[in-house]
C-alpha cells in the first residue's frame, strides 16, 4: 500500500520535473531566438556601411580616373608638338643629305665616265691584238690543212696519178711549209710517212695488178677450153635429142595406128596389140630420160656455153696523127663473136626446148594409150559378157522360143542360185516383168529377171533371219536379267559401303568441329569409332571387287560392250570407295596424331603444373631434388605412379589455385616419366627439376654469397647456361639478389648476381633449344648401337625438323669416336626423350640455345 501510495506521488514529481525542463527548453529557445535576430541586424548594419564606404571609394576612384584623363590628354598634346618639332628638323636634316648625296653622285659618275673611256680604249686594243692573233691562226690552219688534204690524197694515190701528186705535194710544201709556224716539224714528218706509205701501196698495187692479169688470163684459157668442150656435148645432145624425137615419132605412129585397129574383142586380143605400141613407148621415154641424165650429168660443163650479150656502142675515139713509118692494123670485124654466140645459145634453147616437148608427147601419148586400152578391154568384157549371158538364156531356154517361161524361169533359180522360187513370189516377179501378159521373159529383160529372183531369195532368208534374230534376242534378254541380277547385288553391296563411308565422314566432320573442346581420351574414343567403321567398309570392298572380276562368265558378244560399262562403272566405284577408305584412314591417323599432340600439351600443362606446386615447396621447405625424390620414393629405385599422385595431392596449391584432379595427377607422371617404364629414377627427377639460366650480360661469379668479401672464380659470358643450386639469396650489403649456380661448360660453382642494383639483368631462367638443321633424335648417345640394340634405335630414331623446341635432359657431351656434340633432350611437341646431335665435327650447328 505504501509502494501503491508513493508510486503517484513520484508521477507527479516526474511530471513537474518534465514541465520545469520544457519551460527552461522554451526561454533558451526564445534567447536563442533573440541573439539569432540581434546578429542578423549587426550584419545587415555592417553590410551597408560596407556598400557606402564602396561607394564613397567609386566615387574617389572617379575623380581621380578624370585627373589622370586630363593629365594624359595634356602629355599627349605636349608630344605631339614635341614630335612635329623633331619631324621638321629631320625633314631639313634629309633634305640636306639629299644635296650632298646629289652632289657625290655627279663627280662619281664624272669619274666613272672617265674610267669607262679608258677601258674601252684598252680593250679596242686587246681585241685588235686578239684579231690579228686569230687571223695568223687561222691562216696557218688554212695552209696545215691544205697540206694534209694533199697528203690525204697522196695517201690514197694510185699507179696512174702518183707521180702527179708526189710532184704537186712537194711544189705545196716547198712554197706553203714556212707559213705554218710551230706545226712545220709535224707536218714534215707527217708528208715524209705518208710519202713512205704511198710508194709501198703503189708497189704493193702493182703487184697484185699483175697477179690479178696473171689469174685472169689464166681464166680465159680455162674458159676458152670450157667453151670448147660445151660446144662438143651441144653437139652430142643434139644427136641424142634428136635420136629421141624419132623414136617419139614411132610411139606416135603406133599408138594412132592401134587407135583404127579392129577385131580386138577380148582382153587377150587387146594386151597382144597394145604390147609393141607399149614397148615402143617405153623406148622412147628411155632415149628421152637418157636425154635428161645427160644434160643433168653435163650441166656443169654446159654452163659454159656463151651467151649473146648486146655490148652498148663505144664512142668514137679521135684518130691520131699517122706519123711516117707507122703500118696500119687490119681492122677486126666487129660482131662475129657475138654472131656466133648467139647461135650457140639459140641451138641450146632449141634442144631444150625439144626435149620438152618430146617429154609432153610422151607423156600425153602414154596417157591416151593407158585411157585407150582400157576402154578397149572394157569393151571386150562386155562382149564376153553378154555371150556368157546369151549362153546362160540359152541353157534354159528349152523350147528355143527365144523366152524363159514360168517352169524355165523356176529352173533357173533352182540351179543358178539354190533357191526354189514360191508360186506366189513367181507370180510377183511376172508381173513387175510382163506387164503386158507377154508369154516369157526375153534375152533384154534377163538381167532384170536375174535382179529379181535375187530379191526373192533375199526375202526368203530374211524371214529365217528374223525368226533366229527373235530367238537370240530372247536369249539375250534372259542373259542379261541374269547378269543384271550379279550387277545389282554388287551394286547393293558398294551401296552399303558408300553409306557407311557416310556415316563415317559425318562423324569425322562433327569430330573436327568438337575437337577444340574436346579431351585427348575423348578424341581417341571418336578416332577409334571412326576407325571401327572404315575397316568394316574397307573389309566389304574387297569382297565387291572379287564380285565384280567374277561377274560374267561367258558374255554373248552383244552383250559385251553393255556389260564392260556396267562392270566399269562397278570397278570405279569400288575404287571411289577405296580412294574414300585411303582418306578416311589417312583421317583417322591425323585426328590420332591431333590426340597425341593434344594429349601431349595435357600432359605438359599437368607436368607444368606439378613442377610449379614442387618447385614451390622445394623453395618454401629449401631442399634439393634428391631430397623431394626420397620422399616420393616409398621402397626401390625409383617412385611410381600411385607415390607420385599421392605426394602431389598433399602438397598445397597457390592461392586460387583449382586442385588436381586425379585424371590430371596421372597426366602429369607420365610428363616426368620421359622412359616410359612407369617409375621415374633419382637421375631422371633430377633431371626434371633442374633449372638452367642463361647469361644476359657478361658477370662476376665469386665463391661467397658476399660480393665484399668474396674472390672471383670466373667471369660468366654472355650467353653461357648455368644450373641453379640455391636461391636467390638477397645480399643486403649491395642490395641485389644473388643466385649459387653450376657452369655447364666446365663445372665451376659459386654466386652471381641476378640483377644489378639498378636493374640491370645478368641471368634469366628457363633455356630451351631449337632445331636450326634438320637432324635425328636417337634414343642411344652412341649413333652406331651394339647389334642388339640396333633394332630398338632404329624404332625411336626420328628426324627433327628446323623450328623443333627441345627441353633439356642432359648437358651436351662430345663423342670420342665421331667427335660430335650430342645431348639429351625432350621434344615439346610429342614428348619424344632422345639424344641430339647439337654441333658436328666440322662445326656445322644442328640446335642453337635460346
Known sequence: QQAAMQQPATQQQ??????????????????????????????????????????????????????????????????????????NMQQQ????????????NRQRMVEQRRMQEEMQKKRFEDQRQKMEAMRQQQMEIQVAATIRKSLWRLKAATPENFDDLKEEMAKLLAEELEKCGAQQGTLREESDKALEDATKKVEATKEVRAKEEAARLEAERKRAEAVERAAVLLTELRALVDVAGEAAKEFQDARTKLESADGLDSKEKVDAAARPVEEAGKEAADKVQACTEFMRDKAADLRFLPLAVPKPPKAEEPKAEKEEGDEEEP???????????????QTFQKVQMKLSTLRTTLDKETRS?????????????????????????????????????????SVFAKTEYQFTISEEDLATMLQALLPNGEKGVKLEDFQALKVAVGVARERAKDKVRRADREAKEQELVESKNQLQKGISEVGDMLHEVEQMLGNANKIVRDFQAEAKDMTSGQMLARAAEVDEVTKSASSKIPEGVEKVEGLGGEVPEELK????????????LARTHEAGVARLVQTVDRLKLDAARKEALEVRAA????????KRYQAEKKMSAAAIFDEIKKAGEGFDESEFVAYISGLAGAEGEEEMAEEELGRAFKAFDDDGLGTISKASFEASLMVLMKVMKDVALTEMLSIKDSKAVRRLICGEAVQLLEGPVREDTAEVDRVRVRCMEDGKEGWVSVAGNQGSAYLREGIQFKVVKETLITESFDIEAPKDEARKVNMVSKKLKPGDILDLREWGRTHEETGLTRLKCKVRSDGTVGYVTSVGNTGIKFVEMI
Open 14 to 87: 516526474q511530471q513537474q520535473q518534465q514541465e520545469q525542463d520544457a519551460a527552461q527548453q522554451q526561454q533558451a529557445a526564445f534567447q536563442q531566438q533573440q541573439q539569432q535576430q540581434q546578429h542578423q541586424i549587426a550584419t545587415q548594419q555592417q553590410q551597408q556601411q560596407v556598400v557606402m564606404q564602396q561607394q564613397q571609394q567609386q566615387a574617389v576612384m572617379q575623380q581621380q580616373q578624370q585627373q589622370q584623363q586630363a593629365a594624359m590628354q595634356q602629355a599627349a598634346m605636349q608630344q605631339q608638338q614635341a614630335a612635329m618639332q623633331q619631324r
Open 93 to 104: 636634316q634629309m633634305m640636306q643629305q639629299r644635296q650632298q648625296m646629289e652632289e657625290a
Open 331 to 345: 681492122k677486126k670485124e666487129e660482131g662475129s663473136n657475138d654472131t656466133e654466140n648467139a647461135a650457140t645459145q
Open 369 to 409: 594409150l593407158k585411157h585407150m586400152t582400157q576402154v578397149a578391154k572394157k569393151k571386150a568384157a562386155a562382149l564376153t559378157e553378154r555371150r556368157k549371158v546369151q549362153t546362160l538364156f540359152a541353157k534354159f531356154d528349152k523350147d528355143k522360143d527365144q523366152v524363159l517361161n514360168k517352169r524355165e524361169i
Open 561 to 572: 560392250r553393255w556389260f564392260e560399262v556396267e562392270k566399269r562403272r562397278l570397278t570405279m
Open 607 to 614: 607436368g607444368d603444373k606439378a613442377m610449379a606446386k614442387l
